[in-house]
Every structure is written in structure tokens, then in C-alpha cells.
């Protein structure tokens, strides 16, 4: 369950592309009422069925069995009886009024898919939603036209990642199947494992790193390790080496919270962060020696993978209908593939 309003409102794992757009703008449909002095009692749903526009019942009964309604700061039922000068907020999972989005004919990777879902290999460099700067050319451009010949469903996203990782994401395909599979990202029951590649040669062969992370306040588009004190939300982060090549390491991160940049953020906060990561440090040499040779080598590996080294490589979470649990994995894309290729032969060839 989410901690806070502000929390349940947008998420605990935007892309760094919305985060203009975000910010006390939210892409889904999002209502505030003040229940009136004089109302009467009456259920929470049957109020907000009455005041909400085109919107069915049903619909709102999902919202709440989501966490998606708030009443005076905290999760509210169907059934919850209001009450005169009430504070009531919904968020309903669909793109906000006003923001139109178009069908693109933009390639798919569908690793899976039935009646109620999908499951998506993201290639890096797509955004996932629609923003400021970003309203072609996303993920959900292509689900929609993915999806043009089926009116009665949409992609709705479960959960999200980077802009620059590649990997598997989880569509919803109804309004049922989003409620269910938001509750598992919202109590952390799915599995996700990513690999990443950061420098230096990490210690230990696995460990945890915990520590909360909140927005960095000396620049937005940032996040840091924040005391929960001062707004940090707790973050957890289990990793275990894969292997070794002297000035950076192959980590496999299974995540058991899914902060905003957590893995980034984590693993830059232990003095080793992500290859090729512009924004926490690692598009520059961390580590290793000062010749020329060397520096060639690097900007070599940056010219084939120009953006941070971290992929979405496992998927698990139960199927809202069937309730089967379903795991999936994704091999790593071309041009992370490759740069480790080229960090095994610098290896074998180098004295480190």
C-alpha cells in the first residue's frame, strides 16, 4: 500500500523523460471533491459515480480495489461511507483529458500476450509515456495501435522503466487486469531481476544495499539517498556478481522495493556506478588507467552502448485471472552484448 497521497498519485518508478510532465501534472485522470455540509450518507462509489463523467461504476469500483481512492489522505473501499466536508481524490488509469494520443505503427516486441495482457520487450531509447518533448514515438503510441482493432481494450502500463533500459514491462490490456497487477507492484509481490554493468570491481560477491531515495533536492532530475526523515522512501536492492573484468563488474540487481532510478541511484551511493550512466556519474572513466590506449577503449564501448548498461532481464508476477504465477526472461540486447565482448578480450589481453 503506498505510504502517501503523493506517493499513490504518481507512482514510485517514473522514467526520467517524464518527470517535466509529471510534475503536479499527471498523465491519468485525476479528480479532487469536498463533500458537501448538507450530504447525506452514502457510499463512496455511488458519490463518485454520480459526479464523474462517462464513467461507469464498475469502473470506479476497480479504481478503489486498486488504491487509486483517497479519502482525507488514506485508502478508501467501495463501500465506505462518506461523510460532510469528506477529501476525496481518484485516479483513474487512463491518459488525462487533453493529452491525445495518437496510433503509431512503431515495432513490437511481444514476448507473451493473451486476453487480458501483455508482456513487452522495451528496447532502449523508447519512452514509455507521453510528455513534454516526448508525444511520438512511446510505447503506449504503439500499444494503441497495436491494439486498434480490439475497441474494448488498451494498453495500460502495470509499471515502468528507464527511457535508456531495455527489457520487459507488463500491459495491461483491461481495466480488471491493471487493478490487479497494480496491487502486486504496489505491495512489491512481483519478481524483477535486471543486469547491469558498473564500475569497478565490487567486493563482495553479493550484498544489499538499503537506503531510502527521494527526488535529489540540488537537482530534479536526479535521486539520492534521502533520510526517510527528510522524505526518503525506503529502497532495497539485492545484487550478486555475475563476473569480473578488473575496472567494472557484471551485477545481477533483484529489487525489492521499485524506487525511481533505484538501481542507479543504489549502486552509484557504494562508489560503483552504472557504465555509460550520464546522469549519476559513469559517462566518464571511473576507473582504470590514464593512457591513451585505454581511454580509446572506453569511448569505444560508449559509441557502442551510448546509454547506461542496465536491462530489464526477468519478469514474475501472478496472472489476475488465472492466477498462475508466470515468469519471463529476456537475453540482453545487442549493444550490451557486444560491449562485454569487448571487455573479455581487454581483459584477457591486459594485465589488470
Same mark, same amino acid.
Given at each position: 500500500?503506498?505510504?502517501?497521497?503523493?506517493?499513490?498519485?504518481?507512482?514510485?518508478?517514473?522514467?526520467?523523460?517524464?518527470?517535466?510532465?509529471?510534475?503536479?501534472?499527471?498523465?491519468?485522470?485525476?479528480?479532487?471533491?469536498?463533500?458537501? +455540509?448538507?450530504?447525506?450518507?452514502m457510499r463512496l462509489?455511488?458519490?463518485?459515480?454520480?459526479?464523474?463523467?462517462?464513467?461507469?461504476?464498475?469502473?470506479? /469500483?476497480?479504481?478503489?480495489?486498486?488504491?487509486?481512492?483517497?479519502?482525507?489522505?488514506?485508502?478508501?473501499?467501495?463501500?465506505?461511507?462518506?461523510?460532510?466536508?469528506?477529501?476525496?481524490?481518484?485516479?483513474?488509469?487512463?491518459?488525462?483529458?487533453?493529452?491525445?494520443?495518437?496510433?503509431?505503427?512503431?515495432?513490437?516486441?511481444?514476448?507473451?500476450?493473451?486476453?487480458?495482457?501483455?508482456?513487452?520487450?522495451?528496447?532502449?531509447?523508447?519512452?514509455?509515456?507521453?510528455?513534454?518533448?516526448?508525444?511520438?514515438?512511446?510505447?503506449?503510441?504503439?500499444?494503441?495501435?497495436?491494439?486498434?482493432?480490439?475497441?474494448?481494450?488498451?494498453?495500460?502500463?502495470?509499471?515502468?522503466?528507464?527511457?535508456?533500459?531495455?527489457?520487459?514491462?507488463?500491459?495491461? +490490456?483491461?481495466?480488471?487486469?491493471?487493478?490487479?497487477?497494480? /496491487?502486486?507492484?504496489?505491495?512489491?509481490?512481483?519478481?524483477?531481476?535486471?543486469?547491469?554493468?558498473?564500475?569497478?570491481?565490487?567486493?563482495?560477491?553479493?550484498?544489499?544495499?538499503?537506503?531510502?531515495?527521494?527526488?535529489?533536492?540540488?537537482?530534479?532530475?536526479?535521486?539520492?539517498?534521502?533520510?526517510?526523515?527528510?522524505?526518503? +522512501?525506503?529502497?532495497?536492492?539485492?545484487?550478486?556478481?555475475?563476473?569480473?573484468?578488473?575496472?567494472?563488474?557484471?551485477?545481477?540487481?533483484?529489487l525489492e522495493t521499485?524506487?525511481?532510478?533505484?538501481?542507479?541511484?543504489?549502486?552509484?551511493?557504494?562508489?560503483?556506478?552504472?557504465?555509460?550512466?550520464?546522469?549519476?556519474?559513469?559517462?566518464?572513466?571511473?576507473?582504470?588507467?590514464?593512457?591513451?590506449?585505454?581511454?580509446?577503449?572506453?569511448?569505444?564501448?560508449?559509441?557502442?552502448?551510448?546509454?547506461?548498461?542496465?536491462?530489464?532481464?526477468?519478469?514474475?508476477?501472478?496472472?489476475?485471472?488465472?492466477?498462475e504465477e508466470l515468469?519471463?526472461?529476456?537475453?540482453?540486447?545487442?549493444?550490451?552484448?557486444?560491449?562485454?565482448?569487448?571487455?573479455?578480450?581487454?581483459?584477457?589481453?591486459?594485465?589488470?
Open positions: 500500500m503506498m505510504n502517501s497521497a503523493k506517493e499513490w498519485l504518481y507512482g514510485d518508478d517514473f522514467d526520467e523523460e517524464e518527470l517535466d510532465s509529471l510534475e503536479g501534472r499527471p498523465l491519468f485522470e485525476h479528480y479532487h471533491f469536498t463533500v458537501d +455540509k448538507g450530504q447525506g450518507t462509489d455511488r458519490y463518485l459515480t454520480a459526479r464523474l463523467e462517462d464513467t461507469s461504476r464498475s469502473r470506479v /469500483q476497480q479504481a478503489a480495489a486498486s488504491d487509486y481512492i483517497l479519502v482525507n489522505g488514506l485508502v478508501a473501499r467501495s463501500n465506505y461511507m462518506i461523510k460532510p466536508l469528506d477529501e476525496i481524490s481518484i485516479v483513474l488509469p487512463f491518459l488525462r483529458r487533453g493529452i491525445e494520443l495518437l496510433a503509431e505503427d512503431i515495432p513490437l516486441d511481444v514476448v507473451y500476450e493473451d486476453d487480458d495482457l501483455m508482456v513487452v520487450n522495451k528496447s532502449a531509447g523508447m519512452v514509455v509515456h507521453p510528455g513534454h518533448g516526448n508525444y511520438t514515438g512511446t510505447l503506449m503510441n504503439a500499444l494503441k495501435y497495436y491494439l486498434k482493432d480490439i475497441p474494448e481494450q488498451e494498453g495500460m502500463l502495470a509499471h515502468r522503466i528507464d527511457k535508456n533500459t531495455s527489457g520487459l514491462l507488463l500491459v495491461a +490490456k483491461n481495466e480488471q487486469t491493471h487493478a490487479g497487477l497494480a /496491487q502486486q507492484f504496489f505491495e512489491h509481490t512481483t519478481k524483477r531481476v535486471y543486469v547491469a554493468l558498473a564500475w569497478g570491481d565490487v567486493t563482495q560477491e553479493e550484498g544489499t544495499i538499503d537506503a531510502p531515495i527521494a527526488r535529489d533536492p540540488k537537482d530534479r532530475l536526479c535521486f539520492a539517498i534521502v533520510p526517510e526523515e527528510k522524505g526518503g +522512501k525506503r529502497a532495497v536492492t539485492h545484487y550478486k556478481v555475475i563476473e569480473r573484468f578488473g575496472y567494472v563488474t557484471l551485477i545481477e540487481c533483484r521499485g524506487r525511481t532510478h533505484q538501481i542507479r541511484v543504489h549502486m552509484d551511493s557504494i562508489g560503483h556506478p552504472l557504465f555509460n550512466d550520464d546522469r549519476y556519474g559513469g559517462s566518464k572513466i571511473v576507473k582504470g588507467v590514464i593512457f591513451s590506449k585505454y581511454r580509446r577503449f572506453i569511448d569505444n564501448c560508449f559509441s557502442i552502448m551510448p546509454r547506461h548498461a542496465l536491462h530489464a532481464r526477468l519478469l514474475g508476477f501472478v496472472h489476475p485471472t488465472t492466477q515468469v519471463f526472461e529476456q537475453t540482453l540486447p545487442e549493444d550490451f552484448t557486444k560491449v562485454l565482448e569487448k571487455w573479455k578480450i581487454y581483459t584477457m589481453n591486459n594485465d589488470q
